[in-house]
């Protein structure tokens, strides 16, 4: 056999597994522009396109929903008591209330009674939850998208050994991309100390095992089921603005005690169950109301059935009367959002985006200075934050609505990380939120007014490539 007619086989094989593969993508895809643009890959250069595909091309993940099925129809009564705790703090129970269309995006329930505490920057995080752990009597849940050996990732685990050394269950999860670099040492030396730490596994199971394009981007604790921690911080000594690229570090988190420390947990065991295939042991706590403030958790993730973080994120903005006014370190938002952005500042809202002056992930950066000046043209204010690295997610709407969470404006979060928000319906909490992101504008630039042709050649070439690669962003 010649070696033109190999040649032309393997083309023949190569471009028929591409358009087999591009017909998966033509199905699968969420949206039309990943569609489009996996599809003509596929086609035109097979070769490249079908491995590629088969790393970064899937938004869906396969096994996720099938697993916390089957503990639930397993662990029925753990289940049952569970919601039994939370029924009598649902706000749904106030007679004549309507639900809240984000309890049908988010899947839970908005819950009365709980105090929530506004932790600005790392130390005062870090302070508040090593505070938590300390206190700990039962378990501690712990869940990272990023945990370092360092200074701050030593005083973590010192504390979670000690803890467990006193008889206090400890779970450890983290995300095994976003914390490559945490070595064995550590791991062993709390495993030795009776700490159950695991990772996340997003290849495992069928359809999964090409997969790094999917991160558990969550950050959790919780302590006795009755306080929990959510937010933006990571474990390292960057999050206490010591990194050596940024001079500082915005960053926010919040601390729930009350019933919404529950959901929390129940993500956390989600997330545990799928890691390991078994379920924490640990007690679900009795539950008082400590506060006045009204809180919906929302996960979110490639494994729900619709895109919840995008929903969430357009109810949000479309709800909005007086103002909306979002903190996020990625700006790289999709057709629907970036409308929604749109007509809200076109509609008289107060539209506000908060966004670092500087780069923490440069092709990302780069695509932001793409979007800003189609929501600027309208009426959109954005500001770049000028003092070290701003990493916070966190909106406001109007008066009476905040969110802290681990979702950022990005292509990532809304469709590739599992990730966390929580919901505050409080006004005094609000505004709280107000005073805060409002000094954040102060140590900000605006750059509203700049126009696209006013960026240096670099930026103006960079940020249209880079847009290019949105979907993977």
Known sequence: MSYTLIFSLLLTVCHTIGVGTALHALYYSRSSQGAIAWVLFLMIFPIIGVPAYFVFGRTRFFG????????????????????????????????????????????????????????????????????????????????????????????????????????????????????????????????????????????????????????????????????????????????????????????????????????????????????????PSISIPEIEPVGESDVLVVASGPADPNERCTLLFLEAITRAKDRVWIASPYFVPDESILRALQLAAMRGVDVRVLLPEKADHLMVWLASFSYVPEVTAVGVKVFRYTEGFLHQKVFLVDDYLSAVGTANLDNRSLRLNFEVTALVYDSSFCSRVGEMLTADFARSRDVSSMTFSELSLFKKLGSKAARLFSPVL
């Open 64 to 279: 996720y929903r099938e697993r916390i099925k089957r503990m639930l129809d397993t662990h029925r009564a753990v289940f049952a008591e569970y919601r039994a705790r939370l029924a009598e703090h649902r706000l749904a129970n106030r007679s004549g209330r309507k639900v809240d269309p984000l309890e049908h995006i988010g899947g839970n329930d908005i819950l009365l009674g709980n105090r929530v505490e506004l932790l600005i920057d790392g130390e005062r995080t870090f302070a508040a939850l090593f505070d938590a752990l300390e206190k700990a009597r039962s378990y501690i849940l712990v869940e990272f998208f990023i945990i370092k050996d360092d200074t701050l990732g030593r005083a973590l685990q010192e504390r979670l050994i000690r803890k467990a050394q006193e008889g206090v269950s400890v779970f450890v999860l983290f995300d095994e991309v976003g914390s490559s670099k945490l070595p064995s040492s550590y791991i062993t030396e709390l495993e030795q100390a009776g700490v159950r730490i695991n990772r996340f596994h997003t290849r495992q199971g069928v359809g999964n095992f090409f997969q790094v394009n999917f991160r558990n981007h969550r950050k959790i604790v919780v302590v006795d089921g009755v306080a929990a921690f959510v937010g933006g911080h990571n474990v390292g000594d960057e999050y206490l603005g010591k990194g050596k690229k940024f001079s500082s570090w915005r960053d926010t988190h919040i601390k729930i005690e009350g019933p919404a420390a529950l959901p929390l947990q129940g993500i956390f065991c989600a997330d545990w169950a799928w890691a390991t295939g078994t379920l």
